[in-house]
């Protein structure tokens, strides 16, 4: 599956918050995985992908990723 990966063309996205970063962590469970990523203001960013993708991805500490938001709501809570 790498190599089929490898063999794309970058692919132009409608999601606007597309936001680069560092994994710092991935945590697999048995069917989700947990990626943290570390953006370069130094905040975090969790993702909850499946287990397959997280693999398929090869995902490790170290990687340079996007993460690409794509959202319909933004919940805005104050205490």
């Known amino acids: 599956m790498a190599a089929l ?3 794309l063309p970058t692919m132009r996205l409608s999601a606007r918050n597309q936001l680069d970063g560092i994994v710092v962590r991935v945590d697999h469970g048995v069917v989700m ?3 943290v990523i ?3 203001g130094g ?3 969790v993702a ?3 287990k397959d993708s997280a693999e398929g991805l090869e995902l490790a500490e ?3 990723v996007t993460a690409v938001i794509k959202a319909t ?3 805005v809570g104050k205490n």
């Open 43 to 45: 905040q975090e960013v």
């Open 5 to 7: 990966v490898a063999s």
């Open 62 to 64: 170290g990687d340079n």
């Open 38 to 40: 570390r953006l370069s």
């Open 73 to 75: 709501e933004v919940i």
């Open 33 to 35: 995985s947990s990626v």
């Open 48 to 50: 909850a992908i499946t």
